[in-house]
C-alpha cells in the first residue's frame, strides 16, 4: 500500500521507524520539537522548522534533542555519540551552515575510521536541506554536496522523491558510515506516493527511472524531474532519453551512467549546483575519462550560473537549471 | 657504546644546517641536558642539548661547515678512554652518499621537448570518439566518413552508415571499389561528378531521371565510400576506365567539368558503350583561372573547415542572382560544404594532378566523337569558357545555356538542366 | 625541597601509587624516547611532548574505567598511556608500522585506541571537545555510568567548540568533565596574551557550570579534584570544567628552537615543579614508597620502552595498496 505524501511526511515517517527500530537512534538539531508543549498548555510543537520532526519527542521522549543554536556544537557532539555507540541524525537546518561547522565533519566524521586505522565507526547522519527555490537567498539556498562528496569517509546522498527519501533516509540512518542527506528544496516542495512500512534504498546505486536509447540524462534530488520534464518534450519530437537519478552522489555509481552512455552516445547531466568541481563537472569527467569511445557528441552540463543564489523571483528562477536548457542541449547535439 | 650526534631536523623546512660552535672540548665530558652544540639553521641559531651525557669523542664536522639533516657531526662515548674506531664508525652511522638524479649521470640526454611545430595542427572534421571507436571496429578510416552532426561532426552512425554503403560498392579494378548509389529501372544512365564533388551534386537530376530510367551515380575514387588508392594523380582515363565497370551494354553517360572530361574519355575509348552524352559546363583545356581555384579550393580544404571552404567556392561556382538572395546562399552553402566534406584534401589532390595532366590532350580528338551529345553551358560560369567551343567541335552536338548561372548550374539551375536532359534522352 | 604533605583526602594503596608513578614515569620516558627519535632522524612526522604535564593526565585518568572515553590533542601520548593504551602499539604507530595501533594511517597526532575508549589525539585545536560530550550525551543516552572526559589545552578554550561544547553538555547535563591543560603557552605565544581572564575555570560561569582549579604539577590535587568532579558526573550531577595549571617542559613540537621563551622560565619549572620528582619525594618522606622501588620502576618502564623501539623498528612497513582502506565500513 502506498499513499500520497510530501516529502516532509515521509522524512518525518522514515525517523519514526528508524528511532522505533533501533533505541540508539536519537535526533538532535535547532527547533526539532521547538514550542512550548513542554510548558505551556495550548500551545504546539514546532516539529523543524519544516516541520520534518513534529511529534516525534512524543512518541520517543528523551531522544529527540533540541539544541542551542550551535552547529559546530550540533555535529561535534553527533560525531562523539556516533563515534561512541549511538547512531544520532543530526539536523544543520540548512546546508550553506556547514561555513560554521566544518570541522566535525571534514576532520572527525570523515577522518576518524581511517586515522584510526579501521577501528572506528561513526554511524552518524546529517540532514540537510538545501538548493534554491523558496526565495531563501543566498545563505539558505545553496548546493553544497559537491562538497561533502568530494570528502573522503563521508557519503552523501539525495532523493528525488517523497518515496526515495524515505527509502534514502532509512539506509543513511542505518549506514555504519557518516551520510550527508541532502533535502532539496525542489523535492521538500514534492507530494508522491509512499511505500508504507520499513524499506531501504541501497547507497551508491543510481536508479534508471525512464529508459530511452538516443540520450541519457544525468540528474538527482531536484533535477531528476527536470529531468523527466524534458524527457517527454524530447519524445514528442522522436528523441528517446534515458533518466538516471543518481541517488547518491558519493559513492558516485559510475558503472550505471557508463552502461546507459554506451548505450545512448550522449549524455546531458543536471545539477542545480554551480558548475565549477560540481558533481555535473564530475560525471562529465567520468564520460570522458572512462567512457570516451562512448561519445556521440559532447557531454553536456546543465547547471546555475558561477553566482550566489539571488532573491528576486525572477532571478532565483533564472539560477536554476530547467528542461528547456536541457531539451536545447540535446537539440544541440544533432 | 659509542652513540652518533647528527645534524638535526628542526621543522618541516629544514633540509642542512651549519655547524657554529662545539662549546665541549673533544674528550670533554657533557651531561644530559647541557648545550652539546650549536647549529644555525634557516638563519637562526639553535643550541642543541645533548639527549644522553657522555665524552666528545671524535667531531666528524667542524664549525662552519654545512651538512644535510641527519649527516653524522660527532660520537659520544660512555667513557674518555674506551677502543674507538672514528672511520668504522663513520661508516655505520654517517648518511650513504646521495645518489644522483639519473637525467644528470654522465652520457645521459634528455629528451627534447615536443616542440608545438611538431605537432600536426590545423583544423580537422570533428569525429565524435565514439564513431572513431566504430571505425576503429570496423577497420575503417573515420576520417573518410562523412558526417552529418552539427559542424559536419562525423557521429557513429555517419560511420555504421558509411560501412553499409561500403558493402554494396562496386569491384572496378584489382583492389578498387566504387561507391556506386543507383536508383530507378530502364536503360542504365551515368552520373559523373566533377572535381571534388560526390553524385550528390545531381541530386535535383537523379530522381527525376530515376523515373524513367536506372540512373548509376559514380563516385570516383578517393570520394565518399569509394576506395582511396595511394596513386600520384587519379588520371581521368582511369576515371573513365573505373565507369566502364560500373554497367553492362550502353549507357547514356552524364557528366559535370571534369566528370564531362571523364564522359568524354569513355565516349573516345568505349564508343560501342555510349549511346548518348552529356556534358555539363565542360572543357578540354583548363584555363589560368581554373587552376588557380583548384590550388585554392586544396590550400583551403587543407586549412579550414568545410562550411568555410564551401564560403571561399561559392563566388566561383555560382552567378549573381543566387549570391544576391541571402537564403538561397545559404542554403546552397551549406550543401556545398556537405558534399566537400566527402572530399579528402588528398583525394583533391589525386584529382588535381589527373586534371593537369589530361588538359588540352583531347583538343582535336573532340570531333571523334559519334555519340549524340548534349552541351550544358552557364552565361555566367567563370571558370570554363569554352563550353560553346566544344559544343562547336563535337559533330551534331546541341547546346542549352542556362542564363544567370554559375559553373555549379546541375545546382544553381536544377529544373532547367534535368528538363534538358530527358529532352535529350528521348530524342536519342 | 621541603616536601609538602600528601592531602588526606587522598588514601591510596601502595599499589596504586606504584601505579600512579609507574605511569607517570612511562609517559615521560616515552616522550623522551621520542625526541631522541626524532633529533636522530629515525621517526618523521610533528611530535609534541607531554613532559611536564604528566600529573595531569594520570591523576585524572586513575579514576576511569571501561565505560569511560577521553578525547586528547595534538599534544596525546600523555593520554593515551594514562589510559590505558599500550606503549608498544604506540611506537608502531609513530613508526609508522603496519603493527600501529592505527596501521600507520594515524601517527602522532591522530592517536586512537577504541579499546582503551581512547577517542583520539587531534589535530584540530578544540575538536576533541565536541567529541567528549557526544561520548557523554552516549553515556546518558544509555545510561552506561560512564563519562566523556575532553583534555584540551588554554588555547582550545578561545575555540568556538569549547564553548559552544560546554553550553550544551550543561544544558543538558551531561556527565562531562572538561580538562583544561593550562600549561602557559599557547604554541608560541604566552597564555595571557589572548586569555583576559585570569583562570580559565573562570569561563564555566558563563554556563553555570562547575568549576574547579588543580595544581598541574602536583598528582595528589589533581587526582583529588578529578574524583570530586567524576563523582559528580557519575552521579548524574552534570559536567565540570577542572582547570590544571602545569608547564610544557619541551618545545611546542619537536625541534622547536624555543626563542621565544626564557631558559629561566623553564629552569624554574623543571627544577622546582617537576611532578615526577614531586611525587616521590613526598611517597618516600611519608614511607608510603621505596627509593629503590621506584628506581625499579625506573627500569622495568625503560626496558618496556626500548623493547618497544626494537619491535617497531623490526616490525613491517603497511602494504602500500592499503592507502585506500579503512575509508567506509561497508564500500
Known amino acids: 500500500m502506498s499513499r500520497l505524501l510530501s516529502t516532509g511526511q515521509a522524512i518525518n515517517e522514515a525517523l519514526a521507524i528508524a528511532m522505533e527500530t533501533d533505541p540508539d537512534v536519537i535526533l538532535l538539531g535547532e527547533d526539532l520539537v521547538g514550542g512550548g508543549t513542554r510548558e505551556v498548555e495550548g500551545t504546539d510543537e514546532m516539529g523543524g522548522v519544516l516541520g520534518t520532526t513534529k511529534g516525534l519527542e512524543k512518541r520517543f521522549p528523551g531522544r529527540v534533542l533540541d539544541t542551542p543554536i550551535s552547529e559546530m556544537g550540533i555535529l561535534g557532539t553527533a560525531v562523539g555519540a556516533a563515534a561512541t555507540g549511538l547512531r544520532p541524525v543530526a539536523e544543520l537546518m540548512f546546508m550553506d551552515f556547514l561555513g560554521v561547522c566544518l570541522d566535525p565533519l571534514l576532520n572527525q566524521a570523515a577522518k576518524l575510521r581511517y586515522m584510526f586505522g579501521g577501528k572506528a565507526r561513526v554511524p552518524l547522519t546529517v540532514r540537510t536541506v538545501c538548493g534554491a527555490g523558496m526565495r531563501a537567498a543566498a545563505q539558505h539556498s545553496q548546493s553544497l554536496y559537491w562538497m561533502t562528496a568530494g570528502i573522503p569517509g563521508l557519503k552523501t546522498v539525495i532523493p528525488s522523491n517523497p518515496a526515495e527519501a524515505k527509502g534514502l533516509l532509512l539506509a543513511a540512518i542505518r549506514d555504519d558510515d557518516p551520510v550527508v542527506f541532502c533535502e532539496a528544496k525542489g523535492v521538500l516542495m514534492q507530494r508522491g506516493e509512499v511505500p508504507e512500512g520499513d524499506f531501504t534504498i541501497a547507497i551508491g546505486r543510481a536508479n534508471v527511472v525512464r529508459t530511452g536509447a538516443d540520450v541519457t540524462l544525468v540528474g538527482f534530488g531536484a533535477t531528476v524531474s527536470v529531468a523527466l520534464a524534458a524527457a517527454d518534450a524530447l519524445a514528442k519530437e522522436g528523441t528517446h532519453a534515458e533518466v538516471i537519478d543518481l541517488r547518491s552522489v558519493a559513492p558516485l555509481d559510475e558503472e550505471t551512467i557508463l552502461s546507459s552512455l554506451e548505450k545512448t552516445g550522449r549524455l546531458v547531466v543536471v545539477d542545480e549546483s554551480t558548475p565549477r568541481c560540481s558533481i555535473a563537472s564530475d560525471v562529465a569527467a567520468l564520460c570522458v575519462d572512462r567512457g570516451f569511445d562512448f561519445l556521440n557528441a559532447p557531454v553536456r552540463r546543465i547547471t546555475a550560473p558561477h553566482s550566489p543564489v539571488p532573491f528576486a523571483a525572477i532571478l532565483e528562477d533564472a539560477f536554476r537549471p530547467d528542461a528547456a536548457r536541457v531539451i536545447a542541449a540535446v537539440r544541440e547535439m544533432g | ?428 | 625541597m621541603c616536601p609538602e604533605p600528601i592531602p588526606t583526602g587522598v588514601a591510596l594503596s601502595r599499589e596504586r601509587l606504584l601505579e600512579a608513578y609507574r605511569t607517570m614515569r612511562r609517559i615521560r620516558s616515552f616522550e623522551e624516547k621520542l625526541q631522541e627519535l626524532v633529533l636522530a632522524g629515525k621517526m618523521a612526522g610533528f611530535l609534541h611532548l607531554y613532559v611536564g604535564e604528566e600529573a595531569v593526565a594520570t591523576g585524572v585518568c586513575m579514576h576511569l574505567d571501561s565505560r569511560d572515553w577521553v578525547t586528547s590533542t595534538h599534544r596525546g601520548h600523555g593520554h593515551c598511556i594514562a589510559k590505558g593504551v599500550g606503549v608498544a602499539g604506540m611506537m608502531a604507530e609513530l613508526f609508522g608500522r603496519a603493527t600501529g595501533l592505527c596501521k600507520g594511517k594515524g601517527g602522532s597526532m591522530h592517536i586512537a585506541d577504541m579499546d582503551h575508549g581512547m577517542l583520539g589525539a587531534n589535530g584540530i585545536v578544540g575538536a576533541g571537545i565536541p567529541l567528549a560530550t557526544g561520548a557523554a550525551l552516549t553515556a546518558k543516552v544509555k545510561r552506561s555510568g560512564g563519562v566523556g572526559v575532553a583534555f584540551f589545552g588554554d588555547g582550545a578554550s578561545n575555540q568556538g567548540q569549547f564553548h559552544e561544547s560546554l553550553n550544551m553538555a550543561q544544558n543538558w547535563k551531561l556527565p562531562a568533565l572538561y580538562v583544561v591543560e593550562n600549561n602557559g603557552w599557547g604554541e608560541f605565544t604566552p597564555t595571557g596574551f589572548v586569555v583576559p581572564v585570569a583562570d580559565i575555570a573562570e569561563r564555566a560561569r558563563s554556563y553555570a557550570m562547575n568549576a574547579l582549579i588543580a595544581d598541574g604539577m602536583d598528582f595528589f590535587d589533581v587526582f583529588e579534584k578529578a574524583a570530586e568532579a567524576i563523582a559528580r558526573a557519575r552521579r548524574g550531577d552534570g559536567p565540570t570544567l577542572l582547570e590544571c595549571k602545569t608547564y610544557r617542559f619541551s618545545g611546542h613540537y619537536v625541534g622547536d628552537t624555543l626563542a621565544y621563551r626564557s631558559k629561566e622560565e623553564a629552569e624554574h619549572w623543571k627544577q622546582r615543579r617537576d611532578p615526577l620528582e614531586r611525587f616521590e619525594h613526598r611517597v618516600v618522606e611519608a614511607g608510603l614508597l621505596s627509593s629503590d622501588a621506584l628506581r625499579s620502576a625506573d627500569g622495568e618502564v625503560a626496558a618496556q620502552i626500548a623493547s618497544a623501539v626494537a619491535a617497531a623498528e623490526a616490525a613491517p612497513l603497511p602494504d602500500p595498496t592499503s592507502v585506500t582502506s579503512d575509508v567506509y565500513v561497508n564500500g
Not at chain 2, 199 to 211: C, H, I, M, N, T
Request: charged letters at 25%; glycine letters at 8%.
Open chain 2, 1 to 428: 657504546m659509542p652513540a652518533p650526534i647528527s645534524m638535526p631536523k628542526l621543522g618541516m623546512s629544514m633540509q642542512e644546517g651549519r655547524v657554529v660552535a662545539w662549546p665541549i672540548e673533544i674528550g670533554g665530558r657533557v651531561e644530559r641536558g647541557e648545550t652539546l652544540l650549536v647549529i644555525e639553521s634557516e638563519k637562526a641559531e639553535v643550541e642543541i642539548e645533548a639527549t644522553a651525557s657522555g665524552f666528545l669523542r671524535h667531531v666528524y664536522v667542524p664549525v662552519d661547515e654545512t651538512v644535510p639533516c641527519g649527516a653524522l657531526l660527532a660520537a659520544l662515548t660512555d667513557t674518555p678512554d674506551e677502543p674507538f674506531d672514528a672511520d668504522a664508525f663513520r661508516k655505520s652511522n654517517d648518511l650513504p652518499e646521495a645518489p644522483r638524479p639519473a637525467s644528470e649521470a654522465a652520457g645521459a640526454t634528455r629528451a627534447e621537448p615536443l616542440r608545438d611545430a611538431d605537432v600536426q595542427r590545423g583544423p580537422r572534421r570533428p569525429i565524435a570518439p565514439a564513431a572513431r571507436a566504430r571505425a576503429r571496429e570496423l577497420g575503417l578510416d573515420a576520417e573518410a566518413v562523412p558526417g552529418s552532426g552539427p559542424g559536419g561532426r562525423v557521429t557513429r552512425e555517419d560511420v555504421e552508415a558509411f560501412a553499409a554503403r561500403r558493402k554494396g560498392r562496386r569491384p572496378v579494378a584489382p583492389g578498387v571499389a566504387l561507391d556506386v548509389p543507383h536508383q530507378g529501372e530502364g536503360d542504365p544512365v551515368l552520373l559523373l561528378p566533377g572535381f571534388g564533388t560526390d553524385v550528390s551534386a545531381f541530386a535535383r537530376q537523379a530522381p527525376v531521371l530515376g523515373e524513367s530510367f536506372r540512373v548509376l551515380g559514380v563516385n570516383p575514387r578517393g570520394i565518399a565510400v569509394s576506395d582511396a588508392p595511394a596513386e600520384d594523380a587519379y588520371d581521368v582515363a582511369t576515371m573513365a576506365a573505373d565507369a566502364l565497370r560500373c554497367f553492362e551494354g550502353r549507357a547514356h553517360v552524364i557528366g559535370a567539368s571534369l566528370g564531362a572530361a571523364a564522359a568524354i574519355e569513355l565516349a573516345l575509348a568505349s564508343p560501342e558503350r555510349v549511346r548518348s552524352l552529356v556534358l555539363i559546363t565542360p572543357f578540354s583545356t583548363a584555363t589560368p583561372r581554373l587552376l588557380a581555384v583548384l590550388d585554392a579550393w586544396i590550400a583551403t580544404a587543407r586549412e579550414a573547415r568545410p562550411a568555410t571552404l564551401a564560403a571561399a567556392l561559392l563566388p566561383w561556382l555560382f552567378g549573381d542572382a543566387t549570391l544576391a538572395d541571402p537564403r538561397a546562399r545559404e542554403r546552397i552553402a551549406r550543401g556545398l560544404a556537405e558534399i566537400a566534406a566527402r572530399a579528402p584534401v588528398a583525394t583533391l589532390e589525386r584529382q588535381a594532378a589527373g586534371l593537369r595532366r589530361w588538359s588540352g590532350t583531347r583538343e582535336r580528338d573532340l570531333a571523334r566523337i559519334e555519340a549524340p551529345t548534349l552541351i550544358v553551358a552557364a552565361d555566367a560560369d567563370l571558370l570554363v569558357p569554352d563550353a560553346e567551343r566544344i559544343a562547336r567541335a563535337i559533330p551534331g552536338a546541341t547546346l542549352v545555356v542556362a542564363p544567370d548561372a554559375g559553373h555549379a548550374v546541375a545546382l544553381e539551375a536544377p529544373e532547367l538542366v534535368s528538363e534538358a536532359i530527358l529532352a535529350h534522352l528521348r530524342r536519342v
